[in-house]
């Protein structure tokens, strides 16, 4: 890990870290692919809580984490751009 990519839970205040994990839910084909590895029940939207935080940290560890840091200094300024 990098000094840009921030360890759970404080990545859940990274709005990069908020960018990957709402590509990751507009992707089926990923969360098709979680469900099966996984045994979750993403696709159907009944999912138990312990399938998402299983799917956040998958996120996490499998897209945050391996992208590089330019990327998450540029989702980051992108977000503030939104906000601003």
Same mark, same amino acid.
């Given at each position: 890990m990098t000094a840009s990519h921030l360890p759970l839970p404080m990545a859940y205040a990274d709005p990069a870290f908020d960018a990957c994990i709402a590509v990751a839910l507009d992707t089926p084909v990923?969360?098709?692919e979680f469900d099966r590895l996984y045994g %979750?029940?993403?696709m159907s939207?009944?999912?138990a809580?312990?399938?998402m935080r299983v799917f956040v940290n998958?996120?996490?560890?499998c897209l945050y984490l391996a992208l590089p840091d330019e990327s998450i200094?540029?989702?980051r300024r992108a977000a503030? %751009?939104?906000a601003a």
């Open positions: 990923l969360i098709t %979750a029940d993403l939207g009944k999912a809580e312990g399938d998958f996120v996490h560890r200094h540029s989702m503030i %751009a939104l």
